[in-house]
């Protein structure tokens, strides 16, 4: 996905970046680019693929959540900085927490943070289960099944905001048997499945909440 595209694409989904946010999201792949030799954090490392698998699909919560309504957002497990730091330059309104158990990665984001000059955003070395605080939306992306994901997340989610779990093909994971289990502690708004645009790979996105 080249950039013509990925702007193409999120006008799409109501996403319209200014020429500010998108020199950005470019300064953010430069730095995820050099950082990525020093330390690991990602195998996709083309531009097209950064573009089109790591920003645009971090954006793709929009189709769960209009985070114009939002006022504070946690991503735990963030590894490299998705979705929250891409968020938060498409959105800068919110009010940013980033959790990473790896304190590598958290020296990094707060340096992506201090270069890309970003405002009312923080980067924890904590994994989520043992943070506490509450917030609108909790999100994670590509961190652990989703049982194991609702142990670290739910208890961050305020009374009246959601967690949002962006995920692949979630039909071999949320089995019946797993669905059962999880509706008895919480309660699934929805599932709302897309693919990739280009690629066509498929995406999920399951919104909970505490009962």
């Known amino acids: 996905m080249n950039k013509e595209e990925f702007i193409l694409e999120l006008q799409k989904i109501n996403i319209k970046l200014t020429n500010h946010q998108l020199q950005q999201l470019e300064k953010f792949y430069n730095l995820l680019i050099m950082w990525n030799k020093k330390i690991n954090l990602t195998a996709i490392t083309s531009k097209e693929e950064v573009y089109l698998k790591h920003f645009y699909d971090s954006l793709t919560i929009i189709k769960a959540?209009?985070?114009?309504?939002?006022?504070?957002?946690?991503?735990?497990?963030?590894?490299?900085?998705?979705?929250?730091?891409?968020?938060?330059?498409?959105?800068?309104?919110?009010?940013?927490?980033?959790?990473?158990?790896?304190?590598?990665?958290?020296?990094?984001?707060?340096?992506?943070?201090?270069?890309?000059?970003?405002?009312?955003?923080?980067?924890?070395?904590?994994?989520?289960?043992?943070?506490?605080?509450?917030?609108?939306?909790?999100?994670?992306?590509?961190?652990?099944?989703?049982?194991k994901l609702l142990g670290y997340t739910m208890h961050l989610v305020n009374d009246t905001g959601h967690f949002i779990a962006m995920k692949g093909n979630i039909d071999t994971e949320l089995t019946p048997i797993i669905k059962n289990k999880i509706t008895q502690k919480y309660q699934i708004e929805s599932i709302i499945k897309f693919t990739l645009p280009k690629e066509l790979s498929n995406r999920s996105l399951i919104i909970i909440k505490n009962k």
């Open 65 to 147: 959540i209009d985070l114009q309504s939002v006022k504070t957002l946690c991503d735990v497990g963030t590894g490299a900085g998705f979705p929250g730091i891409v968020l938060k330059i498409a959105f800068p309104h919110l009010k940013v927490t980033l959790l990473d158990s790896l304190q590598k990665r958290v020296t990094y984001l707060n340096e992506v943070i201090k270069e890309l000059d970003l405002k009312d955003i923080e980067a924890y070395h904590v994994r989520g289960e043992d943070y506490n605080n509450k917030f609108d939306i909790v999100t994670a992306r590509a961190v652990a099944n989703i049982e």
